[in-house]
């Protein structure tokens, strides 16, 4: 791991999970050298179109065509500034000129959406949609947003006029994460299955395209327990693209909840040496904590404040869940989530709410936001943690105990330490 300077302290270790885990996780094997064929191109373009813009104060058919390619990066590398270049790329190709140019307003759109500014994107969004009402990848688009904000009657009745064009890549991909919301988790698995079926048929796929449908579907079979379809859909996805970040953080992930914590510290240090990404930071915390070397765990626990306190854009919610689980920064977290709930009143935004509360010692109020959290049918097994914990500081320990075996009936697996945790804590006296 890349030295980083912190003054450190000592942690205790975290509990083993109670849940036998019968598969065995892969160790980081050797892959081949990242083809760098597609990002130089990539960046030749972005050369060669910069320079045409300097050239050009009034065009806007170049300047949507860079703001494309930017956003292509951010996707890519997971760079924040160049999803800021893709915004601003694009708005100055809108101002030159608004009309027959949709290119740019989707670019537009998808850069704020990646920045999590949701208001902003929707408002583009609509816009885009009046422009190009017939384009079902507009409609999924706008659902999509729709969905993130909480909107869930407007999302509900935006994604039923999608509903039969789940071969639709644009379409299917957004469609599934709607099921999954409404608690139909195998029929948002099968449609992800073969929208990365039919799109690995597609002649000239790019890799990073390729490598994001099996991360979906990895993702999506993690999160129900089926850690052997995950892992091979990792692994199919790091076939195509060897150093995608959000794949080396998914095996990370894999290898934790399998308690090969050598493996996942292999992953997750390649996974931030590429970008750094919270949840990542605190899995390996938790995996060098699991070793026994509380210093390093610590030290990826102070990195994590430190890069809380530096983060670009919008409110993250991968780093509030992963300092709140460690207990850090808890009143300022709790503030930052109560401001989010007033614009982005969703599913996981109750959640984290909720979760702040329980953490603030303020678990009827906790309560009710969970009661929010889970009004949708949402089928997650850290949703029904947090409820079962929340129910278990009120003393209601017949409903905390039926939220645990809910979440252990989705996904016995969706946290290397907090089954176990949950179930010692509800069988203390």
Known sequence: MTRIV????????????????????????????????????????????????????????????LAGLYLDRARDGGDNADLVRAEETARGSL???????????????????????????????????????????????????????????????????LASWTRDLAVAPRLARWLELEGRNQDAHRILVQARDNALKLPGLP????????????????????????????HAGLAAHPEDYRLLAAMARLAAVRHQWQAAITWGERAIARHLDPATLGLLGDAYAALGDSAKAEECYRVL???????????????????????????????????EIAVRRDVYGWDLLAWALHKAGRDAEAAAAMHRALALGTRDATLFYHAAMIEHALGHRAMARRRLEQAIGVNPYWHPSQPADALAALEAP
Do not use: C
């Open 305 to 339: 404040e430190v890069s809380l306190g530096g983060q670009t854009g919008p409110f993250h919610r991968a780093w509030s869940l992963a300092l709140l689980d460690h207990d850090r920064h808890l009143p300022e977290l709790l503030r930052k989530a109560e401001d």
């Open 207 to 234: 890799a990073e395209q390729a490598a994001w449908f099996e991360l979906r579907v990895g993702d999506i079979a993690l999160r129900n327990g089926r850690l052997e379809e995950a892992g091979k859909a990792f």
């Open 6 to 65: 912190l003054t450190v302290i000592a942690l205790t270790g975290v509990a083993a999970t109670a849940v036998t885990l019968r598969a065995v996780s892969r160790a980081p094997a050797p892959v081949a050298a990242p083809s760098r064929a597609e990002a130089e191109v990539r960046d030749r373009d972005i050369a060669f179109y910069r320079a045409r813009v300097e050239r050009d104060p009034v065009g806007a058919r170049d300047r949507a065509q």
């Open 95 to 161: 101002a030159n000129r608004r009309a027959h140019n949709g290119k740019a307003l989707a670019v537009l759109v998808n850069s704020l959406l990646a920045q999590h500014r949701y208001p902003e994107a929707l408002t583009a969004a609509r816009d885009l949609a009046a422009l190009e009402p017939d384009a079902r990848s507009v409609r999924a688009l706008l659902a999509e947003i729709q969905m993130e904000l909480g909107q869930y009657d407007s999302a509900r009745a935006t994604f039923a006029s």
